[in-house]
């Protein structure tokens, strides 16, 4: 078997994917290896930081915990999906985009003024009601307002420790563009 050296850095990061007690360098390269095949080699490795991803080659968001956001270069007011994408609604009202246009690039049941009843959020600034999201849906509409009115977006995420998480205890960083 060949034998490398890796900098004191890259040995730190495959220690924070180490299983105590359990896993040699080499388990851990495998493992890493597998993962970075199985998302179809559309992640890369941070400054030991995680994964990074652009907008369109993210895994299920669901299970997800936010670390940190910044839509438009302002942090996010809350650590949610829906509030992002509230954050994102606002950042394209606030470029000139006007609220039909923005009504009509989601991906969600929208209505123009305040409607509070049945789960609906009003975002002010853009004077219209959308539907609140579970999860994935709330990012799909993130990725169409950024990509549509070039809003940039910056999401630091970690997957929860369950089953169905799709990268279970792996940190991201999300970024557009």
Same mark, same amino acid.
């Given at each position: 078997m060949?034998?490398? &050296?890796?900098?004191?850095?890259a %040995?730190?990061?495959?220690k924070? %994917?180490?299983?105590?007690?359990?896993?040699?360098t &080499? &388990?851990?390269?495998d493992?890493?290896? =597998?993962? +970075?095949q199985?998302?179809g080699?559309?992640?890369?490795?941070?400054?030991?930081?995680?994964?990074h %991803?652009?907008?369109?080659?993210?895994?299920?968001?669901? %299970?997800t &915990?936010?670390n940190s956001?910044?839509v438009d270069?302002?942090?996010?007011g809350?650590?949610?999906w829906n509030n992002?994408?509230?954050d994102?609604? #606002?950042?394209?009202?606030?470029?000139?985009v006007?609220?039909?246009?923005i009504?009509?690039?989601?991906?969600a049941?929208c209505?123009?003024?305040i409607?509070?009843?049945?789960?609906?959020? +009003? #975002?002010k600034a =853009?004077?219209?009601s959308?539907?609140?999201l579970?999860?994935?849906?709330? +990012?799909k509409?993130?990725?169409?307002? =950024?990509?549509k009115f070039?809003?940039? #977006?910056e999401?630091?995420?970690?997957?929860?420790?369950?089953?169905?998480?799709?990268?279970?205890?792996?940190?991201?960083?999300?970024?557009?563009?």
């Amino acid at each position: 078997m060949p034998e490398i &050296t890796v900098s004191d850095a890259a %040995f730190a990061f495959l220690k924070s %994917f180490a299983i105590p007690l359990e896993d040699t360098t &080499t &388990t851990v390269v495998d493992r890493l290896i =597998a993962e +970075y095949q199985k998302l179809g080699k559309k992640a890369s490795a941070t400054n030991g930081k995680g994964l990074h %991803f652009d907008l369109h080659s993210v895994p299920s968001v669901k %299970f997800t &915990t936010i670390n940190s956001a910044k839509v438009d270069g302002k942090p996010a007011g809350q650590k949610y999906w829906n509030n992002i994408l509230e954050d994102m609604i #606002v950042a394209c009202s606030k470029k000139g985009v006007a609220m039909k246009d923005i009504m009509d690039a989601m991906i969600a049941n929208c209505q123009p003024g305040i409607h509070a009843e049945n789960g609906f959020r +009003y #975002v002010k600034a =853009a004077n219209f009601s959308f539907q609140g999201l579970e999860a994935n849906r709330a +990012y799909k509409n993130i990725v169409e307002l =950024a990509e549509k009115f070039e809003i940039p #977006v910056e999401i630091s995420v970690i997957w929860q420790d369950k089953e169905d998480a799709a990268l279970p205890n792996k940190t991201a960083l999300i970024v557009y563009p």
